[in-house]
């Protein structure tokens, strides 16, 4: 009997680095806005509207406020994971429903992936299985 080398296989795999884990999205954003932080939550969506001069009515201030903290608590930069889109969006509704009643106004789903890709400088994938993904993303419950 004769005994074959086998060539074996190969496997190329991502070792993950230290710093691609435990970063919240308020993190991700003080590096992508250094000094515009304010009281912890950097460049807060609301923060934007007031600087840009367009009024925002109290219902609306407090909208963009829990999605700025939705954003912060539960959105982390992770370059070996992705999330559903759709997944997302409906724990961005699910937050926003247990602060106020009603439907989010001012974030629909168009708006929530405009904020989300800008953001995070990610773009919207078709993982083939899953479907539309955030590539990079996680959502931490």
């Known amino acids: 009997m004769s005994a074959t080398n086998s060539q074996g296989t190969c496997i190329a ?7 691609q884990f435990h970063t919240a999205a308020g993190d ?3 590096q992508a806005f250094p000094g515009k932080a304010v009281a912890g939550m950097p460049d807060r969506i609301g923060d934007r509207f007031r600087s840009a001069g367009i009024d925002i009515s109290p219902e609306e201030s407090s909208e ?20 559903q889109c759709m997944l997302l969006w409906s724990e ?3 937050t926003f429903r247990c602060r106020m009643p009603g439907f989010p106004n001012l ?3 168009n708006e929530f992936r ?3 890709t800008d ?3 990610v773009e919207i994938a078709d993982d083939g299985f899953r479907g539309n993904v955030y590539p990079g993303i996680r959502f931490v419950p």
Do not use: A, K, M, Y
């Open 13 to 19: 795999f991502r070792t993950p680095r230290p710093e």
């Open 28 to 30: 991700f954003l003080s």
């Open 64 to 83: 963009l406020d829990i999605f700025d903290e939705f954003l912060v608590r539960h959105v982390q930069v992770n370059r070996i994971c992705d999330v």
């Open 92 to 94: 961005w509704v699910r």
């Open 107 to 109: 974030i629909r789903e």
């Open 114 to 116: 405009s904020v989300i």
């Open 119 to 121: 953001t995070f400088g």
